[in-house]
């Protein structure tokens, strides 16, 4: 599961590709995807999880980074 993006969206990826992609226990696309929201949402914490049938849940929290 690796994610990557700025303040407002980030694209969630995984391999393999084709898993279906939730934050927050709510289903918002199949990888690759990308997850936005405002500003002010994004600034809270949240939970990715991507399942795909015969593989293990995968789970981390979406952070709020710098690109430097």
Do not use: M, W
């Not at 999880?49 to 979406?62: F, N």
């Amino acid at each position: 599961l690796t994610t990557a993006g700025c303040s407002e969206s980030t694209r969630i990826q995984t391999s393999p590709q084709g898993a279906r992609v939730y934050v927050d226990n709510v289903l918002v696309g199949v990888s690759p995807t990308v997850y936005s929201v405002s500003r002010a949402e994004f600034s809270q914490p949240h939970v990715c999880r991507a399942e795909l049938d015969g593989y293990a849940p995968a789970e981390e929290p979406l952070r709020k980074t710098l690109a430097v």
